[in-house]
């Protein structure tokens, strides 16, 4: 690939801006201390918000699927109870995906995309602050639901009426309230994102020229605004059914308990890709530095990338093949859901190509980009499994299926994030992370995720349902080994803490550049980037092989 | 010809795997037809995703090893082509057709319930299966039977640990046999592994599946849609026999349900009512209410000490007969009789300290369920 690397000319420009940027802006005093944060426009402390609430998040959730992982050690109940139990799945469900692993792709999203298309900022910072500020706020209104009389929620993270209407604990409303609150953020995230994609790149770049992590967050933008007010519709209509007696979903006052269902899934199945398609585009940057190697098949990666995004509203009912629905309406589903093989697939050939005859060493985001490839191909697999509706009478609702969504949610989602935080540390930091201690974190968690997850797919082949406190004696050993792993897995992550806070305080000096085979704009800013980056615009330099 | 394809795939996908299947490792090949054509297509998808992995992986380890900046790899710099880019998409789609003529024959068969010997009603209840023969006035509940003790620990746990009941279902075997699945509450999952049934209950739908068993035996599953706080104590039994000796079973169960019909119209001696209500309460009302009576906030309100149900038996008695409406208390006069009722109310009343005294006849909780 040849350099996209602006004319050096134009580097000196944003370097001398930053230099003089705060007397020539002549602001007022900034804000000290707490202020500085919550009245921050700026797209890179913003982005870092976003990211810290992500990890706390993380930890938060992962708490509580060790609770769920120490109560399935062993068959009886020992620690906690049914109804508590069933807190923590829920909680699990709706922290990492809402909390963790969403907040963590629009922090990257804020740091990355003006960087990598040479804007100066967000379109729109004072709205990009507010949706930010809105996410504790949702979360803590949440994550207060526990100690409220009746606990919190219990009906997993789908929530499927009526289990969370009728027969919902009292707190519910405030569950709705709280999902309403991270749906509004989401929602203003995402036209951000878009207003500065499309309007902010810099002179010369075309669409076809953005990096790969800005083509996959624009499509995931378009996926949570068309999706995130359908999850706002189905929970009003919950609110409605609790607390001012209507029967969406009530059979007994003429309701439809498998509307819920098809609502929630026409929201849900997008969601689930909500949650990969940005971790597509970290790959897509990483690979081709680590292998030397232009990324194989660009706009093929493009295409396919907006593949997934259309079939995504055209497969939701996969998720109910066991509810009844019409035969018709299975094969449906069946064939486009195994059609999602197709782009997918086009993707993963496309990463191993590029590292045919690449030039590659592996350093730790390549190593998680890797692992990546290979264990979200795994979890690929089994979902092309899934996708066999005769088969799905098997496999759904069990740990088959728990098997799969945490394989492409862990070591997918969640490593890419990883790789992305290991790739731009130093360019955030102007240090690099500590390898030997990334690399140890690597290992760990290969292992530990591994280990929590794979004998999950025994265990449903098996006949383990999922979303029970308590099981028979013939799954035994696969929990003891998913508990041991569990922990295991959960320890490793403090590693990734301590790197990162290490490589905040210092470490090795990174350069502009700080990975030989980077190409994209963000590599042309000083490490650590300042805090105003391209105030004029860099001029893009279009000598790229996608011409 | 699908049949045929079905076979050849059933028969390639389970060559060695017989041993994994006998460790518990594996789906079960189950004992119908269907959950046999599942299993092979299960085998099957899973073949094509190991080939295709080993190929993937294999070229994508291969360059790992073979293409290292550390021993000198020079990159190269090609990044499209298009006759590549076309074949594999194509190949995929190809091998998704091969997969998918299977699987739409299989699943035509598994909707296809008509001309069915016999129709069973599955409703599903927090937390516990209600099986009617229709047509042959026999039905039952199915509770689980696993003691609490083994759960907490202080007994060992039997080889079908949760996964017993008091009653199972009782099928003939080499019929068609087919389910009607509803919900009086959220929504259950129907499901037996070997039966390859998997079916949800649904309040207001009724949903249809149906099983042809080959072989008699005891097939476990369980609840499979998250249903509550004893989602995990909910399991299915189903115990296959013999056409003759289903019939004989059958014709039992419809004597005692014509002794039970009498026992409506006689005069219940109090202990009797006692000794009944509290194995009926034990078996229906101890997962909520709990075995002692003190309920368990906020869902669950105790019974023992209770003023309002010491000082109102006709309240009371509408309570457990119809239910409330908008709360977990489902209403028992369809899924219990009127000598169960009147037996458990009468338990009630007079169990834990609460010392009403009142005798529920059978007869005044007909005439009210007839009301």
């Known amino acids: 690939m040849a350099p996209k690397l602006p004319p050096q000319h134009s580097l000196q420009h944003s370097s001398t801006a930053v230099a003089g940027g705060h007397s020539q802006h002549g602001h007022a005093a900034q804000p000290k201390g707490i202020m500085r944060w919550l009245l921050t426009t700026n797209h890179k402390e913003i982005g870092s918000l976003y990211l810290i609430f992500s990890l706390v ?159 996959t967050w624009l499509i995931t933008a378009f996926l949570l605004i068309a999706v995130m007010p359908v999850l706002a519709g189905v929970i009003t209509m919950m609110l409605m059914d609790i607390n001012f007696g209507t029967s969406f979903f009530d059979a007994a006052g003429g309701g439809d308990p498998v509307l819920f269902q098809h609502l929630f899934w026409f929201f849900g199945h997008p969601e689930v890709y909500i949650m990969i398609l940005p971790a597509f585009g970290i790959v897509s940057a990483i690979i081709p530095t680590f292998a030397r190697k232009p990324l194989f098949g660009y706009a093929s990666m493009v295409y396919a990338t907006a593949a997934i995004a ?123 992370p500590n390898e030997r201690l990334a690399q140890c974190h690597f290992w760990c968690s290969i292992i530990g995720v591994n280990l929590t997850f794979f004998p999950m797919h025994f265990a449903g082949l098996a006949g383990m349902p999922r979303r029970i406190p308590d099981y028979a004696l013939q799954f035994a050993d696969f929990n003891l080994l998913s508990s041991i792993g569990a922990f295991f897995f959960g320890a490793s992550q403090l590693i990734f803490v301590l790197v990162v806070v290490m490589c905040v305080r210092g470490g090795k000096k990174a350069p502009a550049k700080a990975w030989e085979g980077a190409e994209d704009l963000e590599w042309s800013v000083p490490s650590p980037a300042p805090l105003h980056t391209f105030e004029t615009p860099p001029v893009f330099n279009r000598t790229h092989h996608h011409d | 010809m699908h049949r045929s394809w079905q076979r050849l795939l059933f028969i390639t996908s389970t060559f060695g795997i017989t041993q994994a299947h006998a460790n518990g490792w594996n789906m079960p090949v189950g004992v119908t037809d269907i959950s046999q054509d599942i299993f092979g297509l299960h085998m099957a998808i899973f073949w094509v995703c190991v080939v295709i992995g080993v190929i993937v992986f294999g070229v994508m380890f291969y360059s790992l090893l073979k293409y290292r900046h550390s021993k000198g790899a020079k990159a190269a710099s090609f990044h499209e082509h298009t006759s590549v880019e076309v074949l594999w998409t194509a190949i995929p789609i190809l091998i998704l057709i091969g997969m998918a003529v299977p699987a739409t024959a299989t699943l035509k068969n598994m909707y296809d319930s008509s001309e069915a010997d016999l129709d069973v009603m599955i409703t599903g209840q927090q937390w516990r299966w209600r099986y009617e023969y229709l047509g042959e006035d026999v039905a039952f509940t199915s509770n689980m039977s696993t003691p609490r003790e083994q759960i907490r620990g202080e007994e060992t746990r039997d080889e079908h ?113 006692m000794a009944r209500g509290e194995s009926v309460y034990q078996a229906i009302c101890s997962s909520c209410h709990q075995r002692d009576g003190q309920g368990a906030m906020p869902a669950f309100p105790a019974l023992a000490n209770n003023d309002q149900l010491i000082n109102n038996l006709d309240w009371h008695i509408d309570r457990v007969v119809n239910g409330v409406s908008g709360a977990a208390m489902p209403a028992f006069r369809s899924t219990l009789n009127p000598v169960e009722i009147a037996a458990v109310v009468t338990y009630t009343r007079n169990a834990w300290g609460n010392e009403t005294g009142d005798v529920v006849q059978p007869a005044a909780v007909a005439e009210r369920i007839a009301q």
């Not at chain 1, 799905?392 to 989602?413: C, E, I, M």
């Not at chain 2, 009782?170 to 019929?175: A, C, E, F, G, S």
């Open chain 1, 57 to 215: 998040m993380f930890f938060v959730g992962g708490m509580f699927a060790l609770v769920v992982r120490a109560e399935l050690f062993q068959p009886g109940l020992q620690l906690v109870e049914p109804e508590f139990f069933n807190q923590m799945t829920t909680m699990h469900g709706l922290i990492m995906v809402f909390a963790a692993v969403m907040p963590a792709f629009t922090g990257l999203a804020n740091w990355m995309i003006p960087l990598q298309i040479g804007a100066p900022d967000m379109a729109l910072p004072r709205l990009n602050n507010f949706s930010f500020w809105l996410l504790p706020v949702a979360f803590t209104l949440l994550l207060s639901t526990l100690f409220m009389p009746g606990g919190g929620p219990n009906f997993g993270w789908t929530f499927y009426a009526p289990l969370s209407t009728t027969y919902a604990p009292p707190s519910t409303t405030f569950f709705i309230l709280a999902l309403h609150i991270a749906g509004i953020s989401s929602i203003l995230g995402a036209i951000n994102i878009i207003a500065t994609i499309l309007n902010m790149r810099a002179p010369g770049m075309r669409m076809m020229d953005m990096p790969l992590f800005v083509w």
């Open chain 1, 310 to 432: 259309l079939l995504s509203f055209l497969v939701w009912a996969h998720h109910m093949f066991i509810v009844g629905l019409p035969l018709t309406a299975e094969l449906f589903f069946m064939y486009s859901t195994m059609l999602i093989a197709v782009p997918t697939g086009v993707k993963v050939f496309n990463w191993v190509t590029t590292l045919f005859r690449g030039s590659i060493s592996f350093e730790s985001p390549m190593l998680f980009a890797l692992a990546f490839v290979v264990l979200f191909t795994i979890g690929g697999f089994s979902g092309l499994m899934l996708a066999i509706a005769p088969a799905d009478f098997q496999y759904h609702d069990t740990y088959f299926v728990v098997a799969h969504f945490h394989y492409v949610l862990v070591p997918g989602a969640i490593f890419a994030i990883m790789a992305g935080v290991y790739y731009w540390l130093p360019k955030w930091t102007g240090h690099y």
């Open chain 2, 161 to 273: 640990y949760l996964l017993d009941v008091d009653e199972p279902l009782v099928l003939p075997i080499n019929r068609k046999v087919r389910f009607l699945m509803t919900s009086d509450d959220v929504i259950h999952s129907w499901w037996v592994p070997e039966l390859a049934v998997k079916q949800d209950t649904i309040p207001g739908f009724i949903n249809e599946n149906w099983v042809k068993i080959n072989e008699p035996g005891i097939y476990r599953g369980q609840c499979a849609e998250l249903c509550g706080v004893n989602h995990g104590f909910m399991p299915v039994v189903v115990h296959a026999v013999e056409e003759e000796e289903f019939e004989v079973w059958l014709a039992e169960r419809k004597e005692a349900a014509e002794q039970e019909a009498m026992g409506i119209d006689r005069e219940w001696a109090m202990e009797d009512l």
